[in-house]
């Protein structure tokens, strides 16, 4: 007999890094979070996920998963279930209404992933992750266009929630919405990549070590004890959203900046406002704050306008963006302040979001 055929998908997802941050959710099974985040997303070359995925009836011992080489088990993991059953759902009820595609939601899946850089070190790694999987069975099971790309970040964001930043390039808003079953809380382009190509970022990685409090426990520690939170959420986010938006769309790097080391600075605060306190930022996180904020103060008094941004997620690595004609300066800079530090010294371009490789 020959052997039953076996359909094969790959995918690569980016990393984004947000510039208003997401953290804290409202409801923590369906991944729907307390506020709008706003996020960049990074080219592949540096730091990516790539995904393939295997559909067969040969797969005897039902759908597995690795994960840089070691097998987890999807059962143990909700997100993942959630992934894998939303995709196959929407195949399956395609092929129920057409009856001219091939019948392969139900074989069993293997799915290999594999990240190019540390994993959980505070450097998105469940964002690019997430979105490699989804990106990777719509291939799989062709659900685009069919479904559109929202639609499947609102599939990402209940792997994780970050993930629905990554399946867009350039510049990505993920609305939180209001619907309590999660169906208007999707990622939407605020511009596309080539909008602003002269933007790029740099990944100081200041630790690659695993961080010490993971993201989705300390966000909702400090929705369940932080004031500051409920300010931020009420009263900060929704108007940094419309600045950041204007900064964008107006190629303005100066409001670009200052919006995004104050949105960094307000998430951090927040995290020193939970109890019990958590810190991911260390002293030489701050110190690259201390040294980016010193020349700006210079640039400022020169030129009116900031040069460089930083931003820190949920460990102590900055992100920093600056013009490409500020580049050989800032890096100049950071290196002859941290001469000892292992830093990745390439200014990665904005990217194109998950794509089929
Ligand atoms: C962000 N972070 O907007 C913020 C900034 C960390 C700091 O999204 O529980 O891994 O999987 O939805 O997406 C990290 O949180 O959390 C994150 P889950 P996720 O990028």
Redesign the pocket.
Known sequence: MADPKTYTATCSAPVNI?VI???G?RDTSL?LPTND?L?VTLDQDHLRSVTTASASAAFEAGDRLWLNGIEEQIKDSKRLLACIQECRKVRKSREEADASLAKMSDLPLHICSENNFPTAAGL?S??SGFAALVATLASLYSLQPTLSTSDLSRIARQG????CRSLFGGFVAWQSGTSPDGSDSLAVEVAPKSHWPSLQALICVVSDAKKGTP??AG?QQSVATSPLLQHRIKNVVPGRMVEMGKAVQAKDFDLFAEVTMNDSNN?HACALDTSPPIFYMNDTSRAIVQLIEEYNRSSIEETGKRRVAYTY??GPNAVLYAEEKEVPTVLALVRHYFPNADFDDTFNLLGAGANAS
């Open positions: 947000a941050k997401y953290w959710k991944i985040s996020s998105a469940s964002a994780s929630g970050s993930a993201s989705t966000m998430f997620d949920a």
